[in-house]
């Protein structure tokens, strides 16, 4: 009978397309009982046996003699960080997005967990030799090493120092029977937040009569009376409680009556402790139908897909809500998805303030340090629900039960880096796996899903009313051109100014949408025509007012605003375009009575900045809110009666297929904010092109309309979601080289296909073709459109596997980067 050994299947944490596959080691005999699936481990790499980080993606099992393998080092976790449907799921990725394993890994173990760990042992049992038996022989060596350095130590200096080779073994026991406790740092980067405290070393009747002793001592005994009451104190506390030093506490320590000692500490992901309760409302019969259909399939764990296409202000959050209680009382965990969690406060203040603990969030604006402590408690089991924001998909649940994407419309759902995954995608694969039901919520549902809707693929449900018979407001569309015929050149229009002021003396509240940072849009000489672009890259430099710069909002450079043309030395300098920079200012010089604030990522780059300006408009303190998309969604401020938009020409004039959906999007949802408690709302909307369809539906609240005539042109132009979409982009120093090589794969596309008996190309491959921005940050760049018109998707694939992974050094030199992305959101 042939002998056989187990082999460990890993992946290399390297980013390398050379080392993206499985790689297999000897798993040594002293290690087989303790690797399991899903931990990462340490192997030797390469011809120089290069220690690298590695995660273990499945134990095989193959005859000994075909062994010509390296061992595993050792393990890096005690338990396994990846769970079977993880594991699953990065091979899902892989193939879905073309992405590297890796890339797939890193997004389901975030920044901060990845990284290098480092060990240090605690001795917590002073006592120890009175029970860990002689013949333990490797326990005993630990300890002692242990206590010869102090009672702490790395573990990576223990394996070092001690001679045998399986010390995970005996430390793992050590710490299970609670003779030394492992504090995890992370390279210097994330560490567990550890305070210090303070606590009683005597009993209580030893405290009693040292108390009458420190009678020349009354900061002393004030500390001691608070630990009697409290046990223990985080010492900033009882520093500040009793109005004393930290004199007082080493003085108490001197002698023997307090011991300090270090505790984890949550860092804090949330702007504010302080939260309002949000308390349970009594469903619409709307909303009963839908809460009773799904949490039938929670309780009877079916996993179904819901479209929930409920009309702005119609209640959706109630229903989240609602489910998610369900949810809870099941014993199951729940992930409810925002757009980006700091532009919908009042969503993630509803949940607090319905559930209160148990909530973990996870969003960029967190801190490495945040989103590790975050990650800790759910993985942990401390929490049962998570809000975030795209990457909050990947949550560790191990009891999954409810997935909520709240504006599943939105195109930050969908990742512009590698790997280029949708979350929404993510969440059918969870509920289909983990039996999980999902919830899609919108008042403006992408075209791709509506029409899965229409199909039958997603149960469709809606919301046609506001409760308490709200309407929903009036849309008023103002052509400018007309503006202009009348002399007035503002970019405010005579019907808007009259209307904000007669919201000013009704003590009713403005919002104003302009979907553009900045003072001026970019600056052009009247006598040559130069307009002053990034030296960097190929787009015009936006006026920022504040720092009297002009700034490019790709890559960041700045320089001072010009007084004479670059180009010709002509003071017939002019400032173009406006951004809310311009708006603010003539709004405080139109209505100098009315107290403005501004909503951009010009004034939200501190953290809770926010929050804190949306409280004060809450609160009543602001008549006007002037915003970005910030100001889009979420919102929901009874006394906004009036909406102005600004303009919404510039989103509709993106060269992008998506551009007429966005518009549409953006102006029901900015109209949302108005008219959502019993006072009726009005939105007036500005534009070059009033009768564009997008425009004219939108101002009737017709979704509908909007989504049939929207189709024929999909189907026409064989866009999604009749077909799939793949970008191939790619960038470079060089121009001439760059389109060189691109061109070269574009060809060898074509040669393929046509090789295969595919005649027609025009629908199947678009480019190359400079990008809509050419170049950024002194990088060209160029794309290739492949669409599965007439072809298989898989096909495609295959050969861009072909040209970017098996052949790539060949096709795509060093010095160019491609990137691939399937069904992309941002064409830019």
């Known amino acids: 009978m042939d002998s056989k050994k187990l082999v460990a299947q890993v992946i290399v944490d390297n980013n390398s397309h050379q080392t993206d596959k499985l790689f297999d080691y000897l798993i040594p005999p002293h290690l087989i009982n303790i690797l399991k699936i899903g931990m990462r481990v340490l192997v030797p790499f390469g011809k120089g046996n290069k220690r690298l980080e590695a995660y273990l993606l499945n134990i095989a099992v193959i005859k000994e003699e075909s062994l010509k393998l390296k061992e595993i080092i050792t393990p890096l976790d005690y338990h396994s960080i990846l769970s079977e449907n993880q594991i699953k799921m990065v091979f899902w990725m892989r193939k879905k997005y073309m992405c590297k394993f890796i890339e797939a890994i890193h997004c389901i173990i975030p920044t901060g967990i990845v990284n290098k760990e480092k060990r240090i042992l605690h001795l917590t049992k002073e006592n120890w030799r009175n029970f860990i038996p002689h013949q333990q022989h490797k326990q005993m060596q630990i300890m002692m090493l242990l206590e010869e350095h102090g009672g702490s130590l790395s573990q990576d200096l223990i394996n070092k120092t001690l001679p045998f080779k399986d010390c995970y073994q005996a430390i793992k026991s050590l710490e299970e029977e609670g003779y030394l406790d492992i504090e995890y740092q992370l390279s210097s980067r994330v560490n567990i937040k550890r305070e210090q405290y303070v606590k009683l070393k005597k009993t209580i009747e030893e405290i009693d009569i040292v108390l009458n002793e420190l009678n020349r001592a009354p900061k002393q005994v004030a500390m001691l009376e608070y630990l009697l009451k409290h046990r223990e104190a985080k010492t900033t506390d009882i520093t500040k409680t009793i109005n004393t030093t930290n004199a007082t506490i080493r003085a108490l320590e001197a002698k023997g009556l307090i011991t ?301 605003a010009p007084t004479s043309c670059p180009s010709c030395n002509s003071n017939r300098i002019k400032y173009f375009g406006a951004g809310t920079q311009k708006l603010e200012r003539v709004i405080e010089g139109q209505f100098p009575g009315a107290r403005v604030a501004r909503l951009d990522l010009d004034v939200t780059g501190k953290k809770g900045a926010h929050e804190r300006i949306l409280a004060d408009f809450k609160k009543g303190n602001k008549d006007i809110l002037i915003g970005t998309q910030m100001i889009s969604k979420g919102l929901d401020f009874p006394n906004v009666t009036l909406v102005g938009i600004i303009s919404i020409d510039s989103t509709l004039n993106l060269p992008d297929f998506r551009a007429s959906e966005r518009s549409f999007q953006l102006i029901t949802q900015v109209a949302g904010r108005a008219g959502r408690s019993l006072q009726a709302g009005r939105v007036v909307l500005q534009t070059y092109d009033p009768n564009h369809f997008s425009i004219v539906t939108a101002s009737k609240h017709d979704f509908k309309g909007f989504y049939n005539e929207e189709l024929e042109i999909r189907k026409e132009f064989a866009y999604p979601p009749f077909n799939n979409l793949i970008a191939l982009n790619f960038s470079g120093g060089r121009d001439d080289e760059l389109f060189q090589y691109v061109n070269k794969i574009a060809d060898g596309i074509r040669y393929i296909l046509q090789s295969k008996g595919y005649q027609s190309m025009n629908d199947m491959l678009l480019g190359p073709n400079a990008a809509i921005i050419p170049k950024i940050n002194n990088k060209y760049r160029y794309q290739i459109l492949l669409k599965d018109h007439g072809v298989e998707l898989g096909t495609l694939k295959r050969l861009i596997r072909y040209f970017f992974i098996q052949h790539r050094q060949k096709y795509l030199p060093k010095g160019i980067l491609a990137g691939i992305d399937i069904n992309p959101y941002n064409l830019m």
């Open 260 to 560: 300090i000692f270090e505790k984890e500490s949550k860092r804090n992901p949330f702007s504010t402790d302080e939260v309002e309760l949000y308390p349970k409302l009594k469903a619409t019969e709307e909303q009963e139908n839908i809460i009773k259909e799904i949490v039938g399939d929670i309780i009877d764990n079916r996993s179904n897909n819901y479209l929930i296409h409920g009309i702005t202000g119609s209640g959706k959050t109630e229903i989240y809500l609602q489910l998610m209680e369900v949810a809870k009382a099941e014993g199951k965990e729940g992930i409810i998805l925002v757009p980006e969690i700091s532009l919908t406060p009042q969503t993630v203040e509803r949940f607090r303030g319905r559930f209160g603990e148990g909530i973990a969030v996870f969003h960029s604006n967190l801190s490495e340090g945040e989103r590790y402590d975050e990650w800790r408690r759910i993985s942990e089991g401390k929490v049962d629900m998570v809000i975030g924001a795209r990457s909050a998909i990947f949550a560790p649940f191990n009891n999954l039960g409810l997935i909520i994407v709240d504006e599943e419309h939105e195109q930050t759902y969908k990742s512009e880096q590698n790997p280029k995954y949708h979350a929404i995608d993510i969440a059918f694969l969870r509920g289909m796996t983990e039996k999980a039901v999902v919830v899609l919520g919108s008042a403006t549902p992408s075209i791709e899903n509506y029409y899965k809707a229409q199909k039958g693929e997603i149960k469709l449900r809606t919301l046609e009313k506001r409760p308490q018979m709200a309407k929903l407001p009036e849309v008023e569309v103002i052509d400018m051109k007309e503006e202009l015929d009348t002399g007035n050149t503002s970019i405010l229009s005579n019907r808007l100014k009259s209307l904000i002021m007669e919201n000013l003396e009704k003590k009713k509240q403005t919002i104003l949408f302009l979907n553009r940072r900045g003072y001026s849009t970019f600056v052009s000489c009247r006598s040559c025509g130069h307009v002053v672009k990034c030296n960097h890259c190929d787009i015009s430099m936006t006026f920022h007012m504040g720092t009297k710069s002009l700034n490019c909002h790709y890559c960041g450079l700045k320089i001072s």
